[in-house]
């Protein structure tokens, strides 16, 4: 499948672990944020991590990024173990990896005009003015922005002109990877499918990848090829999205997706919606056996044991379910 089927995919994450010890009363606890999760984003292509909020998506691209150090794991960048680069070597990497998070309110300096904040990781990089200003003129054009924008300030633009901002910032040093964290959360509806599909044309023209961050599972069908579901920091399960659409196979991702509506209203009639019990437990204390156990309608003694493996399926996805995708390639239960 596409999650593993380059040779060598741009983004390698092995076995990822982020955990958090606890301070304070909690002494001994540790938050489990991301607890050994794997996969690959192949260049070229938009690989997302959907999940509920708390579910360790923004740790895993910290971790990427080198924001927040992993606990065990790696992280390769063609095929580089990135993992422990810190200092200068880690500020090297700005120039291929950049991050655009959900607010751009609050990643603009309200002072700064939008021509010196999209000149900014130039000016870092110590590249000479005239270079800056041609190079401001140019990122304003690739996102849709007239020159008139270089001189306003922040306060005068509407939230999707912000957010262009911060994309034609994210792409002054001409980056291979982006991790958009929520790219189109804080804005208006009307204005999300812009920004998409601004996503869309920049990764064609430019032959970007993507690492995607949503909770939102309608804008990650319309941007990416492969998505991960999360849940307590594993993997429930994972594949190209047509097929995780089309057929899930885990409990949890067939309770997030039965939750959107369907444009065909017959189809819509026959399909169950499944309403999860409860919210996401805690990351302090997850179960033994699967994550997801507290909530499934499905379980049965073995999941309270053993932690399931993600096993293909032969709809096309690979799933974490002792039910649904048996390790030992068993009856597969409906
Ligand atoms: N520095 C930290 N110390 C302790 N716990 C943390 C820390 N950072 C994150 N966590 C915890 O790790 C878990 C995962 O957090 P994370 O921010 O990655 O979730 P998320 O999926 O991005 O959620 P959201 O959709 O709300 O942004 C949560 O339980 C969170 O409280
Ligand atoms: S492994 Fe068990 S508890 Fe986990 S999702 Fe499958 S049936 Fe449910
Ligand atoms: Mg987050």
């Excluded at 509920?52 to 740790?59: L, N, R």
């Excluded at 911060?166 to 002054?172: E, N, P």
């Excluded at 961050?213 to 594993?234: E, M, P």
Aim: with cysteine; aromatic share 4%; proline share 8%.
């Amino acid at each position: 499948m596409a999650l593993a089927e380059s040779p060598q995919p741009l983004l390698q994450v092995r076995d990822l672990k982020v955990h958090f010890p606890l301070r304070g009363a909690h002494k001994d606890a540790t938050v489990k944020a991301v607890d050994g999760i794997s996969f690959d984003v192949p260049a070229g292509r938009t690989v997302a991590i959907v999940g509920e909020s708390g579910c360790g998506k923004s740790t895993t691209a910290y971790a990427v990024l080198g924001l927040e150090k992993p606990t065990s794991g790696q992280v390769l960048f063609d095929g580089r173990d990135i993992t422990h680069l810190r200092g200068r070597d880690r500020q090297a990497l700005a120039s291929e990896m950049q991050i655009v998070f959900q607010d751009p309110s609050a990643a603009l300096d309200p002072k700064m005009t939008i021509g010196d904040s999209v000149a900014e990781p130039l000016a870092i990089a110590g590249r000479p003015r005239q270079e800056r200003r041609r190079r401001v003129a140019e990122l304003l054009d690739r996102v849709g922005l007239s020159q008139t924008f270089a001189a306003r300030l922040p306060n005068a633009l509407s939230g999707g002109q912000r957010q262009r901002v911060v994309i034609a910032r994210a792409l002054a040093l001409s980056p291979r990877l982006l991790v958009l964290d929520e790219p189109v959360s804080a804005l208006d509806v009307s204005i999300r499918s812009q920004i998409l599909n601004l996503l869309l044309e920049l990764q064609r023209d430019l032959g970007l990848t993507y690492l995607f961050i949503s909770h939102d599972l309608s804008v990650v069908r319309h941007i990416a090829d492969d998505a991960l579901v999360l849940y307590l920091g594993t993997i429930a399960e994972r594949g190209p999205v047509d097929a995780l659409f089309e057929a899930p196979r885990h409990p949890y991702t067939q309770a997030l997706l039965s939750a959107i509506p369907l444009p065909d209203p017959a189809r819509q009639r026959r399909r169950e919606r499944i309403v999860l019990k409860g919210e996401l437990p805690s990351a302090l204390d997850p179960p033994v056996g699967c994550p997801f156990i507290g909530r499934c309608p499905i379980s049965i003694d073995r999941c309270a044991r053993v932690r399931p493996p993600l096993v293909p399926c032969p709809t096309g996805t690979e799933a974490a379910c002792h039910v649904r995708a048996p390790a030992d390639g068993g009856v597969v239960g409906l």
